[in-house]
């Protein structure tokens, strides 16, 4: 959560202004995730599923209904939809709460798998919304960009709400209901014993999960100003799970650290890719790479994400959160218990 | 009559798209069974073997020997796939190993983007593909009756392989039981690349049939190949071969059928239809249609 506050001091110029606004957003959706797979161990690659219902949702319920002519122009005008005009405040929490009951509907038929066929239904999710998505003109203007979004997001609001979801995901992490998911996440067989519901918490840590990401898809719609299908779909996914991966899913910091990172070496690796292809054309690097590079920040993510795998399987963080506690052992003198974190993503016994 | 013809129509594209989905299942699993590691990279051997089609079907190679080098050259795939980014994430998690296949996915078709091209490139087929001739009013595919007949010798031979070999024995105690099969002295490693390398094998004959229907390769090619693997064998069940064969074709007729009974409107919606379906499966069935042998309780 500090480590937050610290960025927001970052804010200079406008273009840093932007990544950094995209980058809170992003901590958003990544601590959305950590809410559901850190605690239960379970890989799901729904989210995007849920970023884009709120996404919607939260365009349908912002825009007036000559905003909406433009924007969605198959909408029928006697739809009750249509005169829907709420304050951005509204149409946000309404997106959330949206994105979470269709989380919670899903989650009752899925809380009841297990590892990988539970995420393969994650996938199959994120494939049907998808595509529903694209089919479904009235309400989403088929494959082609929304455009003309009002733009309600900016630096302060994406902090703000990226902050109440990190306090949340804390919050429900070490609420009794996060420790029983994270108990049967350790040893189902022993949870069940002591009286864990392992799919009731699972559902719970779902349908929240689920609201996070259409909160961010609400906010993340009114700061590009526009939506499509297209671009929250599989790249994004890979690139919300690699955030997690990276900073460490066991644990919030980690989800925000990994954010973090990934945001800003993003932005990195895009500038390298620009000087690389500019050099190319006028000095002689074109002879040593005659191929013009694209893609390239994926492939370092993914290089990236295989060797922390490889080395660290819990992640940068290795689980463990940055409390309080932390900084009072920077103090000299002061004795101060950290809490260990169990591995999150599970070691086999 | 009609109604007749469009049943046997119905029947042979279902039996071959089945035989097909069959095999995409097959090799998925057989990697899941061992290793409890779903494969998303499995979609790339499907792409790498495309771009083997497009590479020497450039040569002036007659198509079998192509067909056949691109097969190889999958199979070769899968095996410097398990070795250089499966082996050192064997013993973690589940999910480590998942995301690790995810990663590797994503960095192929990356690379693939990078090197050859994002645009979809059409390697050379034989006619055959594209041929059909009718039988009292009926119109086959020849590229069907192949289908069908590729997808049944597929499964003769890897039943037989895995039934009558001893590298067949050891992949089965494997999947069984791994920890046990090792203590017998069955060479891990051995076992571990025979499983990659009958996936690859999968993955190229899928590769053969999969662009052949649609005529192009691409680099996200193998997508729709890997999410179909997925869902059959989850459908079918996660832990049989039977399964994931059983799996391939129920998705094959259901595929079918929703492709030629539903209602033109809503015919857009096939894919979501189709994945409400298998979720609802799913629901009421969370371990797949054949229950693997020894079943955790599920609550």
Redesign the interface.
């Known amino acids: 959560m500090l480590l937050i506050a610290l960025f927001t001091v970052y804010r200079g110029n406008v273009v840093f202004d932007r990544v950094v606004t995209v980058m809170f957003i992003n901590v958003l959706l990544s601590v959305g995730l950590q809410i559901f797979m850190g605690n239960s161990?379970?890989?799901s690659f729904g989210q995007y599923a849920f970023v884009t219902i709120g996404a919607y949702a939260s365009i349908w319920f912002s825009l007036t209904p000559q905003q909406k002519a433009l924007a969605l122009p198959d909408m029928p005008k006697d739809w009750w939809l249509y005169g829907q005009h709420q304050p951005f405040l509204v149409a946000t929490l309404f997106a959330a709460a949206l994105a979470a009951v269709c989380g919670g509907l899903?989650g009752v038929?899925?809380v009841?798998?297990?590892?990988?066929?539970f995420?393969?239904?994650t996938?199959?999710?994120l494939?049907?919304v998808n595509?529903?998505a694209l089919?479904w003109v009235e309400l989403t203007r088929g494959s082609r960009t929304v455009l003309g979004i009002p733009k309600f997001t900016d630096l302060a609001t994406a902090f703000t709400w990226a902050a109440i979801v990190v306090v949340i995901a804390f919050a429900f992490k070490e609420s009794t209901v996060g420790l029983k998911l994270r108990a049967s996440r350790e040893d189902e067989a022993a949870a069940?014993s002591i009286g864990v519901?392992?799919?009731l918490t699972r559902w719970i840590a779902w349908t929240l999960s689920a609201g996070a990401a259409g909160l961010g898809g609400a906010l993340w719609a009114h700061f590009i100003q526009q939506y499509s299908p297209h671009n929250f779909y599989?790249?994004e996914t890979?690139l919300i799970?690699?955030m997690l991966?990276i900073g460490g899913a066991g644990s919030v910091t980690g989800a925000v650290v990994g954010a973090v990172l990934v945001a800003l070496g993003q932005e990195q690796l895009r500038q390298l890719e620009n000087w690389i292809n500019a050099e190319r054309m006028s000095s002689g690097l074109g002879t040593l790479i005659p191929?013009e590079?694209?893609?390239?920040a994926?492939?370092v993510?993914?290089?990236a994400?295989?060797l922390v795998?490889?080395r660290w399987?819990t992640g940068i963080t290795r689980g463990r959160e940055i409390t309080f506690d932390s900084f009072r052992r920077l103090w000299p003198g002061k004795a101060v218990r950290s809490r260990g974190e169990i591995d999150p993503?599970?070691?086999?016994s | 009559m009609d109604a007749i013809n469009d049943g046997i129509q119905y029947l042979i594209s279902s039996l071959s798209l089945g035989g097909l989905y069959a095999l995409m299942a097959l090799g998925l699993v057989i990697v899941?069974g061992i290793l409890?590691l779903?494969n998303f990279a499995y979609g790339e051997l499907v792409m790498i073997g495309g771009y083997g089609l497009l590479l020497f079907g450039d040569s002036p190679l007659p198509w079998i020997m192509v067909a056949l080098l691109s097969v190889i050259v999958a199979v070769i795939a899968g095996v410097l796939m398990e070795r250089i980014?499966f082996r050192?994430?064997r013993?973690?998690?589940?999910?480590?190993m998942?995301?690790?296949s995810?990663?590797?996915s994503?960095?192929l078709?990356?690379?693939a983007?990078?090197?050859v091209s994002?645009r979809p490139r059409a390697p050379r087929l034989p006619s055959i593909f594209v041929e059909s001739f009718t039988i009292g009013g009926l119109q086959i595919k020849i590229v069907d009756l192949i289908g069908i007949i590729i997808g049944v010798l597929a499964l003769v031979a890897l039943t037989v392989f895995l039934r009558r070999t001893v590298i067949g024995l050891a992949l089965r105690a494997a999947a069984d039981d791994f920890t046990m099969t090792r203590l017998l002295g069955v060479p891990a490693n051995r076992v571990i690349a025979a499983a990659f390398a009958i996936s690859g094998l999968m993955a190229g004959i899928v590769a053969l049939f999969w662009i052949g229907r649609t005529g192009q390769t691409y680099p996200t090619v193998g997508?729709q190949p890997v999410?179909i693997a997925?869902?059959a064998s989850?459908v079918g069940g996660?832990e049989s071969l039977r399964g994931a064969v059983l799996g391939g074709y129920v998705l094959g007729f259901l595929t079918m059928g929703l492709q030629t009974w539903l209602p033109q409107g809503v015919n857009?919606?096939r894919?979501?239809v189709m994945?409400?379906i298998?979720?609802?499966v799913?629901?009421l069935r969370?371990q797949?249609l054949i229950r693997p042998a020894y079943s955790r309780e599920?609550?």
Do not use: C, H, K, W
Not at chain 1, 112 to 117: F, I, V, Y
Not at chain 2, 91 to 96: A, E, R
């Open positions: 161990g379970l890989g899903i038929a899925l009841r798998l297990r590892g990988a066929p995420t393969i239904a996938f199959a999710l494939i049907v595509r529903v089919q069940a519901n392992a799919a599989l790249r890979f799970v690699a991966i191929f590079v694209r893609g390239f994926d492939i993510l993914a290089l994400i295989i795998l490889i399987p993503v599970r070691e086999p | 899941y409890r779903v980014a050192p994430v013993d973690s998690s589940p999910t480590t998942l995301i690790t995810f990663a590797l994503t960095l078709q990356s690379v983007l990078l090197t994002p997508l999410l997925f869902i989850v996660m857009n919606y894919d979501a994945f409400g298998v979720i609802v799913l629901l969370p797949g599920v609550r």
